[in-house]
C-alpha cells in the first residue's frame, strides 16, 4: 500500500472508482501534507545517499548507545504534561512503565492521517451490526451498555418494483447528453463538487478533508456490505435497452453507493461548517447529493429507488456519526420498499418513484409520511451514552477528537 509523497496532488487518490475498487487509494490523500513535512525527502531519490554520509560524520568516534539519554524523572510541578521522551517530545502522561499513557487520544495528533482515519473506521464499525431477516436488512449500534440501537432499517422493493423502474432508467436515459461531463467526473471523483459550494481546502482545512474521507470510508464498507445482502441487480440485467454509458460497477445495486455517501457528506457538511442553522447551505448540499445521485439513474447503473435508499441509508448513518462525534442522539431512518401504496388494493409505494428531495423522510407522526417511511419519528430519538466524549477531550473517541479539530477550521477561519 504506497502513500502519497506528491504534494497536493496525492489527496486524489483517494478516489477510486465508485468508492470501492480504488479503497486502498484512500491513503493518497495525505500526500498533500507530505511537501512541508521534512519526512518525505528522505524516502526517495538521492536523498537516502545524502542522509547516509551526514549520519557518519555525525556518529564518528561515538560508542554505541552512547547518546540514548533516560527519561527524566516525572514531577507533577515542573511537568505538568507528565515529561519528556529520548526525543525531547513531551507527552501528556507517562505510563508506570516510562512509556507515555496508553488509550489516550491526547496522542492522535502523533499518527498521520491515514493511520486516525483506519483508527477511526475500526472504533465505529467494530460497533454497528447488520443482520438480515426475511427482506429486510436491519443496522444497529451496540452501545457502551451492550443494548442494541437501530440505526436504520432497509427493506429492499419486490421484483415487480425494480421492473417498472427500469422503464423510468430507459427513459431518463434522454438527459445523458446534457449531464454527460457531471456523470463522467464523477465516475472518478465528487469532491470539487462540495469544494465548489464549501470553499474547502487542503491546506486550510485539511481536517475537514480528512473526516470527509473517512465518511466515505464509513458509508462505503457499510452500503457494500448491505448490497451484498439484499442482492439486487443492475438496471441492464432487467432490460437490454438500458445500455449504460458508464462501465456497470460490478457488484450489487441496492442501496446506492454514490447516494450514500453524498446525503452522509451533505448532511455532516451542514452542521459541521453552520451548525446546521444555515438553510441555503443545506439546501445547496442536499440538491448536490440528489443530483450526485440522480446521475448514477441517468447513466443507467442505478434505478431510483437505489437512490432514495441511499438518501435514507446516509442521513441515518450521519445521524448517528454526528451523536458519535457532539452527542444529542439520533432519529433512526428506515425505508419499507415494499410498501403498498395507499388507497389500492394492488401497486407499491415506490414502483413509480423518483428522488424527491420535498418527500420527508422523517415526520412528527406517520400521517405526514408516505408509506415507505412509515415508523420514522423524530420522537423515536436513540441517544445511548458516549461517556466523556464532549467533556474530557482525553477520553473522546477518535472521531469526537476529528470533529473537534475539523470544527476548529470553520470556528476560527
Known amino acids: 500500500m504506497s502513500r502519497g509523497f506528491d504534494g497536493y496532488d496525492g489527496y486524489d487518490g483517494y478516489d477510486g472508482y465508485d468508492g470501492y ?87 492522535l495528533g502523533r499518527v498521520s492521517a491515514w493511520a486516525r482515519r483506519e483508527i477511526c473506521l475500526h472504533e465505529v464499525i467494530s460497533r454497528l451490526e447488520l443482520a438480515a431477516k426475511d427482506t429486510t436488512v436491519t443496522l444497529n449500534y451496540r452501545g457502551a451498555d451492550c443494548k442494541p440501537y437501530l440505526v436504520s432499517a432497509i427493506t429492499r422493493p419486490p421484483r415487480i418494483v425494480f421492473e417498472h423502474q427500469a422503464k ?54 457499510m452500503v457494500q456490505r448491505m448490497k451484498y445482502m ?35 457528506i451533505a448532511r455532516v457538511l451542514t452542521e459541521l461548517i453552520a451548525g446546521g442553522t444555515d438553510k441555503n447551505l443545506d439546501r445547496a448540499l442536499q440538491m448536490q447529493a440528489e443530483m450526485i445521485a440522480t446521475n448514477r439513474v441517468i447513466a443507467g447503473v442505478h434505478f431510483h429507488v437505489d437512490s432514495i435508499a441511499g438518501r435514507v441509508l446516509g442521513n441515518a448513518l450521519a445521524g448517528h456519526l454526528l451523536h458519535l462525534m ?48 412509515k415508523g420514522n419519528l423524530p420522537s423515536k430519538r436513540c441517544q445511548p451514552d458516549i461517556g466523556s466524549a464532549v467533556g474530557d477531550p482525553s477520553k473522546a473517541s477518535t472521531l469526537a477528537w476529528l470533529w473537534a479539530e475539523a470544527r476548529a477550521e470553520w470556528i476560527n477561519g
Open 326 to 373: 457532539q452527542g444529542g442522539g439520533w432519529v433512526p431512518i428506515s425505508l419499507n420498499g415494499a410498501a403498498k401504496s395507499e388507497g389500492q388494493l394492488s401497486g407499491f409505494a415506490l414502483q413509480d418513484a423518483e428522488l424527491d428531495l420535498s418527500t420527508e423522510v422523517t415526520w412528527d407522526n406517520d400521517e405526514g409520511l408516505t408509506p415507505a417511511y
Open 230 to 264: 439484499l442482492v439486487c441487480p443492475r438496471p441492464s440485467q432487467y432490460s437490454p435497452l438500458v445500455q449504460p454509458m458508464i462501465q456497470t460497477p460490478e457488484f450489487f445495486a441496492f442501496p446506492s453507493g454514490h447516494a450514500t455517501q453524498a446525503f452522509a
Open 21 to 107: 475498487d480504488g479503497y486502498d487509494g484512500y491513503d493518497g490523500y495525505d500526500g498533500y501534507s507530505a511537501a512541508g513535512s521534512g519526512r518525505a525527502p528522505g524516502s526517495r531519490g538521492n536523498f537516502s545517499a545524502a542522509l547516509l554520509r551526514t549520519r557518519q560524520l555525525l556518529v564518528q568516534g561515538k560508542k554505541s548507545g552512547e547518546q540514548v539519554l533516560p527519561l527524566p524523572p516525572v514531577s507533577p510541578k515542573t511537568e505538568p504534561y507528565g515529561g519528556y521522551d529520548g526525543f525531547r517530545r513531551q507527552w501528556k502522561g507517562i505510563a508506570s512503565d516510562g512509556l507515555p499513557g496508553i488509550d489516550s487520544n491526547v496522542h
Open 168 to 221: 423510468m432508467v430507459e427513459n431518463w436515459s434522454a438527459l445523458r447528453a446534457e449531464r454527460s461531463p457531471e456523470i463522467a467526473a464523477q465516475v472518478v471523483t465528487y469532491m470539487p463538487f462540495w469544494t465548489a459550494i464549501c470553499h474547502l481546502e487542503p491546506s486550510t482545512t485539511p481536517k475537514t478533508y480528512e473526516l470527509l474521507t473517512l465518511i466515505i470510508q464509513i458509508a462505503s464498507v
